[in-house]
């Protein structure tokens, strides 16, 4: 005979098994995993943050701590840049001024350990040489030069007073390379957004597909200012590069590979990518700005 109670039992589980699996279907459906890829300093960590601040109420105080740690370095940083294209593209230097532009160009260990006192009053003094501010003039857009630099070198003395506080275009504009997988989760609509970002230098791409599962986008990121500079992570040497020539094949002659041709490679091979077939692609340019100074 049939024990109606235990069917009875079977159905009102079975029941709430398709329960529980339709309410876990609606919730993967309102959970979207977005990829953030491209090439180094495209400007990923920035979109990271922009979402932070947007969605997530910023950022808490060991990690402000943290922002002026890094600040101080993108500021020595710029410096250091600054005297090195100032040796390559100044002709005329008075020796007063070249023994200075040496000194900054050598490393930033020297330029870290000016006395804190004396800081402010060190860089103001290297912004007002001749030689410095000829090369500000006549090549403000120096492809070695940080993107940074024309935000935070007006900004100097308030930087670095003693009471500084980052604001948020402040943290926008710091320049931290990304060496590990971050990811942040936020609501945006009727969905939750896992947004992952992970580093673009070449050394980090082989972990890149540990990230590829259940993956509903990839947001590609480029930098249209990198049309003229070369990878950090080969060679400092910057080459410029015609616009017809960006798809070429990759060639690494003399060591030297340029950014622009490295992402239009990149997005190819994550395009082509049997891991990726079901997730959408978007490419954002950015650094358009920069790219038309």
Not at 203 to 232: E, G, N, P
Request: proline content about 3%; overall charge neutral.
């Amino acid at each position: 005979s049939i024990d109606y109670r235990k069917v009875k039992t079977q159905v009102n589980i079975s029941a709430s098994i398709d329960r529980s699996l339709q309410k876990q279907k609606k919730e993967d459906l309102s959970r979207l995993k977005i990829l953030l890829l491209g090439g180094a300093d495209a400007g990923k960590s920035t979109i990271v943050k922009q979402m932070r601040i947007l969605h997530m109420n910023g950022f808490d105080a060991d990690e402000m701590h943290s922002f002026q740690k890094y600040l101080r370095y993108n500021l020595f940083q710029i410096f250091h840049m600054i005297a090195i294209g100032v040796q390559e593209c100044i002709l005329t230097i008075a020796p007063v001024e070249r023994e200075i532009i040496d000194r900054f160009a050598d490393g930033l260990s020297w330029i870290i350990e000016i006395d804190v006192e004396k800081e402010m009053e060190s860089l103001n003094n290297f912004l007002r040489l001749d030689c410095v501010k000829t090369f500000m003039d006549v090549y403000p857009n120096y492809s070695s030069l940080p993107d940074n630099a024309h935000y935070y070198i007006p900004n100097l003395s308030r930087l670095l007073s003693p009471d500084y506080q980052p604001s948020a275009e402040d943290i926008l504009h710091l320049r931290i390379p990304t060496t590990n997988i971050n990811e942040i989760n936020f609501t945006f609509s009727t969905c939750t957004i896992r947004l992952i970002d992970v580093g673009g230098q070449r050394t980090y791409r082989k972990k890149w597909i540990h990230c590829f599962d259940s993956v509903a986008a990839v947001l590609f990121v480029a930098s249209m200012a990198a049309y003229d500079q070369s990878l950090d992570e080969v060679d400092t040497t910057n080459k410029p590069i015609l616009y017809n020539a960006i798809f070429d094949t990759e060639t690494e002659k003399n060591n030297v590979v340029n950014r622009l041709r490295d992402s239009a490679h990149l997005f190819g091979e994550m395009l082509r990518s049997k891991c990726l077939t079901s997730a959408a692609f978007i490419l954002f340019l950015n650094k358009v700005t920069n790219f038309w100074k």
